[in-house]
């Protein structure tokens, strides 16, 4: 259901665009645009019975719907078996299951006027009429019948009535009335036209204008007793009562009920209204009450008195006062098509309605009370009062709030005593108000509440500085001071044994002996949370004479009240609440007591009942005020019974009587329904929302590999948030999924097989609805289905059994040849192997003495030549030294190759030591990039350092670590042409690392698995674009290995590389954390 919050625009009385019936005999359907719309509708006249003085406010709940934009009028409302409603509209019929609107078409988009619903829906259009039925997939589709229809009877223009009754369905246009059986088209012409059409009691009726009131009886169009009056008498309404009896509403003779061979007026006093705000359609309603709607002044609720109980108009919340249907819900729930493409929705089957800032309520309540008959609610903006009204007649405001003014400061707590009220305010203290005037009692800061002594001659103020004694002396109220307790007092409960009970502002409860002119406290005993009471706030009640402390935790009482006063303490007293199901205990919200009744705000629930030896046995719900409510709850119930909850910005007014028939907002058994499957990969629908019904429990297929989106809907109107669902799928998950607000789900990874979807709904009562089931089956691939294992299975006999022969015949030939070369075989292998190992052992180890040899035989003349470099730079100029630049170029090159082999040699031959020391990995990475950033930015590089910033220590040999961060700075800067070069430093799992990453060539993915092999470069040959002899990446890997660590490579070619050194991580030495 679409629980987006209600905006009301208070139109009064704008007709828009074309209006169905007419509004006098024998008219033509057209647009009332005659009646003017700059003049105030007419009220309901005085003489016109009514209910007693009102103090209702707006309809709860109550909903403004707008269904699509396209739509301008909405004509007709009906409602389907599952729940759904289906709106008549100037495009198609709009369904809506209380979540979503979805629009149906007609054949040819034509106007829809009418809708029935029974097994089926069906539609009466302009020229066309039909019934909607789901597709192959499940999308219900309009069907049209005109083609059972003779030609020369079509062109019949609009049906404006369309009726379900005795198995059959009829449509009525003008001319004619068809009968629809579900095999043939039966047809009744008027002689005159027809005007309107009712089922009531099972029969059909329907006004002819040259006839008057017709009932179908055997196939013929009878006139009834005293029919032929109606003759020039529009009808609106048909209903009968328990008794059998006709009721008709119409215009010009208001409401009638059948009195033997006639029919006498219910209203005789509504009939100017009815007229002049044209009656337009009806509908019976529970209780023996009837709505009728108008097209100039909303709906007028009546009941079977003819007296007027309600009128929903625009300062009910209706946008527009033009309705053009009215249709009573499976749930109560009232709708209104409105003649602006709106529905409006309102609850009339319960006593409950709602004041808010449309009634000129505003501000967070804080206590509501009565006195003298009028309702006061404090605010946090003020005091209101709450003007109720003797009627409501359209144009006229429902009960409305106004501000007390008189610039009284925020009242926190109220009492009427002998007669007047008194108000305790948030400043200065105590008022008394009478009328529009105050006077103030006390001068103190703040008065938090006010209680009743126990022999009523006068009030206990609980202040911020103790407790006021408040009484009334010679017409005046004054208020004194009670001595002996110093304290900020939020509560005070005064017992007939003399003893005052105080609750503090902090956790404490306070037990007082008052001498005998209540004056002074002669003795005192405290009690906190060691003895047994709740934290936070607690409030003081006494029930059947005994001290009851009430706090958001429960209701508490004196566990041993026969011991002495130091010896008390107190536990939650379980026989004042209700019974609870489930492990938390809800809150308890709020709390209120008059004599042996209480009434409690549990959680979200509503309760009352009636104590008996200090029990309650007879708890039962208030059912309609079950839905979700804040924390800070305000409740009050007046000397008539009607409860009065104030929940934040709204005031809810509860008005049923002992043992009224209440029914409950939410259908008993109700179900949610499957919506939509779809297939989101291609967004291509599976099953539409109706099942069919030839066979409805049937699997739906669905292909092997397609994931599952499913859309649910719970079709409950009374409430006043959307339910809540759960899942889950038999056959794959036997647990519910979590409750969720969401009524959408998808579902992944099937395997072939039969499955069976469930879904099941909470409402906002907590109400399990019924489990709905929906069977899928999973459709195997072609080669995974029957036949193809048929085939695999045949296929596989004959290979086995071929190749059983084949392989028998060759095997016994070749089985004693193999044995004997088997042997010989061994011995040669492993003589050759003996030998080849024993030349690679000694290949390897004159390479690795020939690299060892000449690299250092090669270093020492190349440093000297370097060396002379130097000196002859000094003695030449101009040109000459470009060609010594270029022989310190090579030679430096020439060099960190004989390094680079010497290294390898050494690391292969394992002479090289490896000393671990605690080591600061940023401190390394700063050195070593500050080394290369020059390098980075002669080539025109950006060249970042990130540090982590935080100790990051790891046992090192810090001297390989240098050259392991060098080689792969140096490579990102080599083969970067432009972009970043950025190094970084961070921990992750236990290790430490550094990142060199670059907007470089990359590595192609096919050289990663050769890229630290020795002398393996992704470019070889002459045309290779980048220098080096690729044993840089292998040296520094197994340097890494050596520590401990590993080099991890991230890369794509053309954008870039990602390399990264990790190690364990160490803990940071002491002298590093002594420096710090």
Same mark, same amino acid.
């Given at each position: 259901?679409?629980?987006?919050?209600?905006?009301?625009?208070?139109?009064?009385?704008?007709?828009?665009?074309?209006?169905?019936?007419?509004?006098?005999?024998?008219?033509?359907?057209?647009?009332?645009? #005659?009646?003017?719309?700059?003049?105030?509708?007419?009220? =309901?006249?005085?003489?016109? /019975?009514?209910?007693?003085?009102?103090?209702?406010?707006?309809? $709860?709940?109550?909903?403004?719907?707008?269904?699509?934009?396209?739509?301008?009028?909405?004509?007709?409302?009906?409602?389907?078996?599952?729940? +759904?409603?289906?709106?008549?509209?100037?495009?198609?019929?709009?369904?809506?299951? #209380?979540?979503?609107?979805?629009?149906?078409?007609?054949?040819?988009?034509?106007?829809?006027?009418?809708?029935?619903?029974?097994?089926?829906?069906?539609?009466?259009?302009?020229?066309?009429?039909?019934?909607?039925?789901?597709?192959?997939?499940?999308?219900?589709?309009?069907?049209?019948?005109?083609?059972?229809?003779?030609?020369?009877?079509?062109?019949?223009?609009?049906?404006?009535?369309?009726?379900?009754?005795?198995?059959?369905?009829?449509?009525?246009?003008?001319?004619?009335?068809?009968?629809?059986?579900?095999?043939?088209?039966?047809?009744?012409?008027?002689?005159?036209?027809?005007?309107?059409?009712?089922?009531?009691?099972?029969?059909?009726?329907?006004? @002819?204008?040259?006839? #008057?009131?017709?009932?179908?009886?055997?196939?013929?169009?009878?006139?009834?007793?005293?029919?032929?009056?109606?003759?020039?008498?529009?009808?609106?309404?048909?209903?009968?009562?328990?008794?059998?009896?006709?009721?008709?509403?119409?215009?010009?003779?208001?409401?009638?009920?059948?009195?033997?061979?006639?029919?006498?007026?219910?209203?005789?006093?509504?009939?100017?209204?009815?007229?002049?705000?044209?009656?337009?359609?009806?509908?019976?309603?529970?209780?023996?009450?009837?709505?009728?709607?108008?097209?100039?002044?909303?709906?007028?609720?009546?009941?079977?008195?003819?007296?007027?109980?309600?009128?929903?108009?625009?300062?009910?919340?209706?946008?527009?006062?033009?309705?053009?249907?009215?249709?009573?819900?499976?749930?109560?729930?009232?709708?209104?098509?409105?003649?602006?493409?709106?529905? $409006?929705?309102?609850?009339?089957?319960?006593?409950?309605?709602?004041? @808010?800032?449309?009634?000129?309520?505003? !501000? &967070?309540?804080?206590?509501?009370?009565?006195?003298?008959?009028?309702?006061?609610?404090?605010?946090? *903006?003020?005091?209101?009062?709450? %003007?109720?009204? %003797?009627?409501?007649?359209?144009?006229?405001?429902?009960?409305?709030?106004?501000?007390?003014?008189?610039?009284?400061?925020?009242?926190?707590?109220?009492?009427?005593?002998?007669?007047?009220?008194? =108000?305790?305010?948030?400043?200065?203290?105590?008022?008394?108000?009478?009328?529009? *005037?105050?006077?103030?009692?006390?001068?103190?800061?703040?008065?938090?509440?006010?209680?009743?002594?126990?022999?009523?001659?006068?009030?206990?103020?609980?202040?911020?500085?103790?407790?006021?004694?408040?009484?009334?002396?010679?017409?005046?109220?004054?208020?004194?001071?009670?001595?002996?307790?110093?304290?900020?007092?939020?509560?005070?409960?005064?017992?007939?044994?003399?003893?005052?009970?105080?609750? *503090?502002?902090?956790?404490?409860?306070?037990?007082?002996?008052?001498?005998?002119?209540?004056?002074?406290? &002669?003795?005192?005993?405290?009690?906190?949370?060691?003895?047994?009471?709740?934290?936070?706030?607690?409030?003081?009640?006494?029930?059947?004479?005994?001290?009851?402390?009430?706090?958001?935790?429960?209701?508490?009482?004196?566990?041993?009240?026969?011991?002495?006063?130091?010896?008390?303490?107190? !536990?939650?007293?379980?026989?004042?609440?209700?019974?609870?199901?489930?492990?938390?205990? /809800?809150?308890?919200?709020?709390?209120?007591? =008059?004599? @042996?009744?209480?009434?409690?705000?549990?959680?979200?629930? =509503?309760?009352?009942?009636?104590?008996?030896?200090?029990?309650?046995?007879?708890?039962?719900?208030?059912?309609?005020?079950?839905?979700?409510?804040?924390?800070?709850?305000?409740?009050?119930?007046?000397?008539?019974? %009607?409860?009065?909850?104030?929940?934040?910005?709204?005031?809810?007014?509860?008005?049923?009587?002992?043992?009224?028939?209440?029914?409950?907002?939410?259908?008993?058994?109700?179900?949610?329904?499957?919506?939509?499957?779809?297939?989101?990969?291609?967004?291509?629908?599976?099953?539409?929302?109706?099942?069919?019904?030839?066979?409805?429990?049937?699997?739906?297929?669905?292909?092997?590999?397609?994931?599952?989106?499913?859309?649910?809907?719970?079709?409950?109107?009374?409430?006043?948030? /959307?339910?809540?669902?759960?899942?889950?799928?038999?056959?794959?998950?036997?647990?519910?999924?979590?409750?969720?607000?969401?009524?959408?789900?998808?579902?992944?990874?099937?395997?072939?097989?039969?499955?069976?979807?469930?879904?099941?709904?909470?409402?906002?009562?907590?109400?399990?609805?019924?489990?709905?089931?929906?069977?899928?089956?999973?459709?195997?691939?072609?080669?995974?289905?029957?036949?193809?294992?048929?085939?695999?299975?045949?296929? $596989? +006999?004959?290979?086995?059994?071929?190749?059983?022969?084949?392989?028998?015949?060759?095997?016994?030939?070749?089985?004693?040849?193999?044995?004997?070369?088997?042997?010989?075989?061994?011995?040669?292998?492993?003589?050759?192997?003996?030998?080849?190992?024993?030349?690679?052992?000694?290949?390897?180890?004159?390479?690795?003495?020939?690299?060892? %040899?000449?690299?250092?035989?090669?270093?020492?003349?190349?440093?000297?030549?370097?060396?002379?470099?130097?000196?002859?730079?000094?003695?030449?100029?101009?040109?000459?030294?470009?060609?010594?630049?270029?022989?310190?170029?090579?030679?430096?090159?020439?060099?960190?190759?004989?390094?680079?082999?010497?290294?390898?040699?050494?690391?292969?031959?394992?002479?090289?030591?490896?000393?671990?020391?605690?080591?600061?990995?940023?401190?390394?990475?700063?050195?070593?990039?500050?080394?290369?950033?020059?390098?980075?930015?002669?080539?025109?590089?950006?060249?970042?350092?990130?540090?982590?910033?935080?100790?990051?220590?790891?046992?090192?040999?810090?001297?390989?670590?240098?050259?392991?961060?060098?080689?792969?700075?140096?490579?990102?800067?080599?083969?970067?042409?432009? !972009?970043?070069?950025?190094?970084?430093? !961070?921990?992750?799992?236990?290790?430490?690392?550094?990142?060199?990453?670059? &907007?470089?060539?990359?590595?192609?993915?096919?050289? +990663?698995?050769?890229?630290?092999?020795?002398?393996?470069?992704?470019?070889?040959?002459?045309?290779?674009?980048?220098?080096?002899?690729?044993?840089?990446?292998?040296?520094?890997?197994?340097?890494?290995?050596?520590?401990?660590?590993?080099?991890?490579?991230?890369?794509?070619?053309?954008?870039?590389?990602?390399?990264?050194?990790?190690?364990?991580?160490?803990?940071?030495?002491?002298?590093?954390?002594?420096?710090?």
């Amino acid at each position: 259901m679409n629980h987006q919050a209600i905006k009301f625009s208070g139109l009064v009385g704008l007709l828009v665009g074309l209006l169905a019936f007419p509004c006098a005999a024998g008219a033509q359907p057209t647009s009332p645009s #005659g009646v003017s719309s700059a003049q105030d509708p007419p009220s =309901v006249p005085d003489s016109v /019975p009514r209910t007693v003085s009102s103090e209702r406010g707006f309809p $709860f709940p109550s909903q403004l719907h707008s269904p699509l934009d396209r739509s301008t009028q909405t004509w007709s409302i009906a409602q389907d078996r599952r729940g +759904l409603l289906y709106v008549a509209s100037n495009h198609g019929i709009l369904q809506y299951d #209380g979540e979503q609107w979805n629009r149906i078409l007609t054949a040819s988009d034509t106007p829809t006027r009418s809708v029935a619903a029974d097994s089926l829906v069906y539609v009466g259009a302009r020229s066309d009429f039909g019934y909607l039925r789901p597709d192959s997939v499940g999308t219900l589709r309009y069907h049209s019948l005109l083609d059972r229809i003779p030609k020369e009877k079509r062109g019949f223009g609009d049906v404006w009535s369309t009726h379900t009754v005795g198995g059959n369905v009829y449509f009525q246009s003008r001319k004619y009335l068809f009968r629809w059986d579900g095999k043939k088209i039966t047809t009744w012409t008027s002689e005159g036209e027809f005007h309107t059409s009712f089922v009531a009691g099972h029969n059909l009726y329907i006004r @002819d204008t040259d006839q #008057g009131l017709l009932r179908l009886e055997g196939g013929r169009l009878r006139k009834i007793i005293g029919g032929e009056k109606f003759s020039d008498t529009p009808i609106y309404m048909m209903s009968v009562r328990p008794d059998g009896r006709l009721v008709i509403a119409t215009q010009d003779r208001g409401l009638l009920v059948q009195k033997g061979e006639s029919f006498r007026s219910l209203t005789p006093d509504l009939v100017p209204f009815l007229s002049q705000n044209n009656l337009y359609h009806g509908t019976s309603l529970s209780g023996g009450r009837y709505a009728l709607a108008t097209i100039r002044a909303g709906v007028v609720v009546v009941n079977s008195n003819g007296e007027v109980v309600r009128v929903l108009d625009d300062s009910s919340g209706l946008p527009v006062d033009v309705v053009n249907h009215v249709f009573s819900g499976r749930e109560g729930q009232l709708w209104m098509a409105l003649n602006n493409g709106q529905v $409006f929705q309102a609850g009339l089957s319960i006593p409950l309605t709602v004041h @808010d800032e449309r009634t000129s309520l505003r !501000g &967070t309540i804080r206590e509501i009370h009565k006195h003298r008959g009028t309702t006061y609610v404090a605010t946090e *903006t003020g005091l209101h009062v709450l %003007t109720p009204t %003797t009627d409501q007649s359209p144009g006229e405001q429902s009960a409305q709030f106004e501000s007390w003014g008189g610039n009284l400061p925020v009242v926190l707590d109220m009492k009427t005593a002998e007669g007047d009220l008194l =108000v305790a305010t948030q400043q200065n203290g105590l008022y008394h108000l009478e009328g529009r *005037t105050k006077r103030q009692i006390g001068g103190w800061e703040r008065t938090w509440s006010l209680t009743r002594a126990s022999d009523g001659d006068l009030l206990y103020a609980a202040t911020t500085d103790g407790v006021k004694r408040v009484a009334r002396r010679n017409g005046q109220w004054t208020a004194s001071p009670i001595s002996g307790l110093d304290a900020e007092i939020r509560s005070v409960a005064s017992r007939e044994d003399g003893t005052l009970w105080a609750s *503090t502002f902090g956790d404490r409860v306070i037990r007082a002996s008052l001498s005998p002119d209540r004056r002074r406290i &002669t003795d005192t005993t405290s009690y906190g949370i060691g003895d047994g009471l709740p934290t936070g706030y607690k409030g003081l009640r006494l029930i059947e004479g005994r001290l009851t402390i009430y706090s958001p935790e429960g209701l508490y009482q004196i566990a041993n009240p026969s011991g002495l006063p130091g010896e008390y303490t107190f !536990g939650r007293q379980r026989s004042l609440l209700p019974e609870t199901s489930g492990e938390t205990t /809800p809150i308890l919200k709020a709390f209120y007591n =008059v004599g @042996d009744r209480l009434w409690l705000v549990l959680g979200d629930r =509503v309760l009352t009942g009636t104590v008996q030896s200090n029990a309650v046995d007879d708890w039962s719900e208030i059912s309609p005020l079950h839905f979700p409510k804040s924390e800070a709850i305000s409740v009050f119930v007046d000397d008539v019974g %009607t409860l009065w909850l104030g929940d934040q910005l709204r005031l809810f007014r509860y008005a049923a009587r002992a043992g009224a028939d209440v029914p409950d907002p939410a259908p008993p058994g109700f179900a949610p329904l499957i919506r939509r499957l779809i297939a989101p990969k291609d967004n291509r629908l599976l099953y539409g929302g109706t099942p069919h019904r030839e066979d409805p429990g049937s699997p739906l297929p669905v292909r092997y590999g397609e994931d599952l989106r499913v859309r649910v809907a719970s079709p409950q109107y009374g409430t006043t948030t /959307p339910p809540e669902y759960r899942y889950r799928l038999l056959g794959r998950d036997d647990e519910w999924s979590d409750w969720s607000s969401a009524p959408t789900r998808r579902f992944n990874d099937f395997w072939e097989g039969t499955y069976r979807l469930q879904v099941q709904a909470r409402n906002e009562r907590g109400q399990l609805s019924r489990i709905t089931s929906f069977p899928l089956e999973i459709i195997p691939p072609w080669y995974r289905s029957i036949w193809a294992y048929l085939v695999y299975g045949l296929g $596989f +006999l004959g290979l086995a059994y071929g190749a059983r022969r084949f392989y028998i015949v060759k095997e016994e030939k070749r089985q004693a040849r193999r044995r004997v070369q088997k042997l010989e075989r061994e011995r040669v292998v492993a003589e050759r192997l003996k030998k080849a190992n024993d030349r690679l052992r000694e290949a390897n180890r004159l390479k690795e003495d020939f690299l060892a %040899t000449t690299s250092h035989e090669l270093r020492t003349p190349l440093t000297n030549i370097l060396g002379s470099l130097e000196v002859l730079r000094g003695m030449m100029e101009g040109e000459e030294t470009e060609f010594l630049d270029m022989i310190e170029e090579n030679g430096k090159r020439l060099k960190r190759t004989l390094n680079a082999l010497l290294d390898l040699s050494m690391l292969r031959s394992g002479e090289e030591d490896v000393e671990l020391t605690p080591t600061s990995l940023d401190e390394c990475v700063e050195r070593v990039a500050s080394d290369l950033r020059a390098d980075a930015e002669e080539k025109g590089l950006s060249f970042r350092v990130d540090l982590s910033g935080a100790p990051m220590w790891a046992d090192l040999d810090e001297q390989y670590l240098e050259q392991i961060l060098r080689n792969l700075i140096e490579n990102a800067i080599k083969y970067t042409d432009e !972009g970043v070069v950025a190094v970084s430093t !961070g921990t992750a799992e236990g290790r430490v690392y550094a990142e060199v990453e670059d &907007t470089g060539i990359g590595i192609d993915e096919a050289f +990663l698995p050769d890229l630290f092999e020795e002398f393996k470069q992704e470019s070889r040959g002459r045309s290779r674009t980048y220098e080096g002899n690729g044993l840089g990446l292998a040296i520094s890997a197994r340097l890494a290995d050596q520590m401990d660590g590993a080099i991890r490579v991230e890369t794509e070619k053309h954008k870039g590389s990602r390399f990264r050194v990790e190690f364990p991580r160490s803990s940071e030495p002491a002298e590093a954390g002594a420096e710090g």
